[in-house]
């Protein structure tokens, strides 16, 4: 096995260790330098020295996305202004975009968590890496170039967009690897199929694919499209951009690089850190950063941490695959519904295309779920019996699922908006 960093083998008393004396760090910068932090851990009656070690994380106040936008665009910052070398800002998927800052040493530690996870991908500087999410304010482009230079694969620095560049540079430039939304890749490889041009004949071998949730069965169909390895990569501008988690080749969750993000899972409600295994919103504490380093940052994102060594050597904590955002996690009639749970059964169904948006409306007091999903083009008929065939299976499928009616319309090939970032796939009607 191939590692980037030594940290990521650590037995789990040395990490311990260094996350602990990383914390007291930590602790003692945002207390002399973020007022905020300072407030609040007043008003909840510690000090810096009531934390001495990972042991006391629970102690800690939590920081949401709300108190970033409440101290925007500086507020939060724990470096001085001439520090900070770099400002990147959320893609505001939500809301109000938030800010992040970076000094010298975030960019260096931030270009090894990319380096990292791209090696544990298969990732090597023999490589020639697209990267295709987008440059700019959002940080995946930027994240993604800085990591693969220090890795010292060729970068190709296109950015998101230009959907038949892409396809050119990847004929031309021989691109080995390409890093992009999980949309994103689905539309450059059907741009190929209409250019007549075979999604297999490029020499990629590995996708790095992330910035918004996919399921296990979308990963099946772009494996099988491109004749890739198509692995998951996770981040959050809050936390640090892309290369917070990443798949090996175990394929066993994503390894998060705890040596320097400390993760727990709470209760949403209750907030109550949960014991391992148990599914709940992903909680991160930042114990490097310089510039930005947020106690136990509430990040939305639902998931399940394994601790323990994986098959790949690597003793940094896994997660499961992200279920959603508790965001975009409808309450359709007192059910829980993520769209995640629909992209699975949807992309199980031969017939349809992975292309869909999720609809929900109030009628009369009551929430309504409609699902719109392409037929493939060799499927798509007049024949109204056929179609509604399908529709009903769906419907079957979902309801034995979710225990919901949810009302399935099949629509016709390419008449869903793709996207070259972030696909956006809710329209909520309700308190519209
Ligand atoms: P925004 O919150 O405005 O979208 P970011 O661009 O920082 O801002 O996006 C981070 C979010 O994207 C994460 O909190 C998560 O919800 C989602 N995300 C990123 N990578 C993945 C991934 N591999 N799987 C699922 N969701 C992801
Ligand atoms: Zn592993």
């Known amino acids: 096995m191939t590692y980037w960093q030594k940290e990521e083998v650590y037995d789990i008393e040395q990490k311990r260790q260094v996350q ?17 932090y300072k407030e609040k851990m007043k008003a909840m009656g510690i000090e810096p020295g009531d934390i001495k070690g990972i042991g006391d994380l629970d102690k800690l106040p939590f920081t949401t996305k709300q108190d970033l936008r409440d101290h925007y665009p500086y507020g939060l910052f724990a470096a001085p202004m001439e520090e900070v070398v770099r400002i990147h800002a959320s893609s505001g998927t939500t809301g109000q975009p938030t800010v992040v800052g970076y000094t010298k040493n975030d960019i260096e530690m931030w270009s ?9 991908m298969g990732v090597t500087k023999k490589d020639i890496v697209q990267v295709a999410y ?13 990591g693969t230079e220090r890795l010292g ?13 892409q396809i050119q540079l990847l004929q031309e430039f021989g691109s080995t690897v ?14 190929m199929k209409n250019m007549g041009i075979d999604p297999r004949s490029t020499k990629l071998h590995t996708g790095i694919f992330g910035a918004e949730p996919w399921t296990e069965e979308m990963r099946e169909q772009i494996e099988s499209m491109f004749g890739i390895n198509a692995m998951d990569i996770y981040g959050l501008s809050e936390v640090l951009g892309p290369g917070v988690g990443f798949e090996c080749s175990a394929r066993s969750g994503m390894h998060i690089n705890d040596d320097h993000f400390v993760p727990e899972i709470i209760n949403p409600d209750t907030l109550q850190a949960l014991p391992e295994g148990q599914s709940g919103e992903l909680v991160f504490t930042m114990i490097t950063k310089e510039a930005l380093p947020l106690l136990r940052y509430r990040t939305r994102d ?22 959603g955002r508790s965001d975009d996690m409808l309450i359709i009639r007192g059910v829980n519904v993520f769209p995640s749970q629909i992209e699975s059964v949807l992309l199980k169904v031969a ?13 009369n007091n009551l929430d309504t779920l409609e699902v719109w999903v392409e037929v493939r083009p060799e499927f798509f008929t007049d024949a109204i019996k056929s179609l509604e065939k399908i529709e009903k299976h769906i419907t079957a499928e979902l309801f034995s699922l979710l225990g919901l009616h949810v ?20 329209i909520d009607k309700r308190n519209k």
């Open 20 to 36: 602990s004396e990383r914390l007291i760090t930590t602790v003692n910068r945002v207390y002399n330098n973020v007022p905020f």
């Open 112 to 120: 090894d968590m990319i380096a990292r996870s791209f090696t544990a």
């Open 134 to 146: 987008g440059y700019g304010l959002f940080t995946g482009g930027l994240g993604a170039h800085y």
């Open 153 to 165: 694969a060729a970068t190709v620095p296109i950015s998101g967009g230009n959907t038949k560049k």
């Open 178 to 191: 390409i890093a992009c939304t999980p949309s994103y890749i689905l539309y450059i490889g059907e741009t």
């Open 302 to 323: 639902i998931t399940t941490l394994h601790t323990g060594q994986c098959s790949c050597g690597r003793t940094l904590t896994r997660m499961d695959k992200i279920a």
């Open 351 to 363: 017939e349809t295309a992975p292309h869909y948006v999720i609809i929900v409306d109030r009628i």
């Open 407 to 426: 009302k399935v319309k099949l629509v016709e090939p390419r008449s869903i908006e793709r996207s070259e970032g972030k696909a956006k796939r809710i």
